[in-house]
């Protein structure tokens, strides 16, 4: 039973990270209709931003945080604003074609800057945890968790209360009456997909402090944030979240009961039947 | 007389190789309602284009002292020249209340845009009560009510109202009517273009007909009422 527990936390404290890596991915494909295969990639750019700061910088990597979002946020924005708003709402083809190709440009040109090996994002409270009741709670894991759903909620709360974010719902809900008052959707595009990629850089960052982030770290994260924001909704956060909570603890549950090996066949198959079961809400978002 | 806030004379406009206008004239006056009345497809909804400038069109199109013709679609929308679009356009999945905060994206005048909600809200009582309702859930006259707030919430000195009565009861589309009447007495110029002419008729001043693409009768609309050409063609009687 205490193992069971242990098992149980594990995945909530991963599936939390899962579910602020696929938010980015969702927020996007909403507005702009663009399945982004390249958000895996910018989570693996967030890494290696937190990554340097640390290690050459001196800061604390859940300092550093911020200054990887803004950095993503920026990159994020230009790559729409002069590379991707020219086959913004075109067809689905080409988005996964261009966004593909990016992936392959940053994964390698991760290579060539950070090489292959592993990093770790190793501060000096890595080890520590607390323990409650049996069960071992990492206090880097839990830190990660618990800005994983602050970011979720705020993300929410921008988009629910703020005029640019009711802006950028309204776009996505109706590009003809957004424009018809007065709406820029070419600003709207690039700032949400600077926020995406903002998300997706505190993504890689806090994955840097949990596990191991190398250049090649982003086709599995992709897969897995395209899985859970479709299982989640595109256009709500805390549904994402959950999403991120249910593959979490269904791949912990997994390693405990059959085998770690077995973790990527579970978020795959779910792939698999997302794809089967809804393809209507994968495709009819044109 | 006052300077008109709409003129348009000798408007040709059409889509790409396609001319749909040739000529089109039409004036209107401040505190006017005016109706623009024609069949499916006899290029109403494309006058409108033309003017918001969302397609190209050579001729004379000024509005309220500017020459539209050199105005994109924003800068013909910030000078109050406001559409109620065909078929609505809501944002389905957003409250009431945030569709007409749309309605005001572009305004920064807080106190200004606080009094347009009081006035928008004291027009339709109906939509202060469902202001927390998803759009979208909305019965078909409310949305359109929905539509008009959200129009008024853009402080309009020009209500361009596009085929408002489309799909909608005999009765809505009277409260509807009142609204515009309404609106007009608290200084907001209306251009109605409608397909259900007797409707259009009981609320304007003065009508303009369209049939492919010119304007084939213009006057009062108890001049037009009584036109037997416009009698047997928009008003049933034989």
Known sequence: ?286 | MSAPLLEIAGLSAGYGEVPVLSGVGLVIQPGEIVTLVGSNGAGKTTLLRAVSRVIAGRGTLRFDGHDLLTHTPEQVFGLGLVQVPEGRQLFDKMSVEDNLKMGAYRRKDEAGIARSFERVYELFPRMKERRTQIAGSLSGGEQQMCAIARALMAAPKLLAVDEMSLGLAPVVVDQLLAVLAEIRKQGVTVLLVEQDVFAAFTVADRGYVMETGRIVREGAISVLSNDPEVQKAYLGVQ
């Open chain 1, 1 to 286: 039973m205490q193992l069971f527990a242990q098992i149980l936390v594990n995945g909530i404290l991963l599936g939390g990270l899962y579910g602020l890596m696929a938010l980015g991915m969702g927020l996007v494909w909403g507005v702009l209709n663009i399945v982004n295969l390249a958000h895996g990639a910018l989570i693996m750019l967030g890494g290696y931003a937190v990554y340097y700061l640390y290690t050459k910088g001196g800061i604390d990597p859940f300092a550093a945080l911020p200054i990887a979002m803004v950095l993503l946020f920026l990159f994020g924005y230009l790559l729409q604003r002069f590379l991707l708003n020219l086959i913004v709402r075109s067809a689905q083809l080409n988005t996964l074609l261009i966004t593909f190709g990016l992936d392959v440009v940053f994964v390698y040109l991760a290579q060539l800057l950070f090489s292959a090996d592993f990093r770790t994002i190793n501060p000096p409270y890595a080890g520590s945890n607390i323990d409650v009741g049996g069960v071992t709670i990492p206090y880097a894991q839990l830190a990660a968790f618990l800005v994983a759903i602050f970011l979720a909620a705020i993300l929410f709360l921008f988009l629910d209360r703020t005029r640019t974010g009711r802006a950028i719902r309204a776009t996505a809900q109706n590009l003809t009456a957004a424009r018809l008052y007065g709406v820029n959707p070419r600003r709207i595009y690039a700032l949400t997909f600077g926020t995406g990629a903002a998300l997706a850089g505190a993504a890689g960052g806090l994955y840097g402090v949990v596990s191991q982030i190398t250049p090649y770290i982003g086709v599995t994260l992709t897969a897995k944030s395209f899985v859970i924001a479709i299982l989640g909704g595109l256009d709500k956060p805390i549904g994402v979240i959950l999403g991120g909570l249910l593959l979490g603890i269904a791949e912990a549950m997994t390693a405990l009961y059959l085998d770690p090996t077995f973790t990527d066949i579970i978020s795959f198959g779910l792939l698999v039947l997302v794809l089967v079961a809804k393809p209507a809400q994968i495709l009819g978002r044109a």
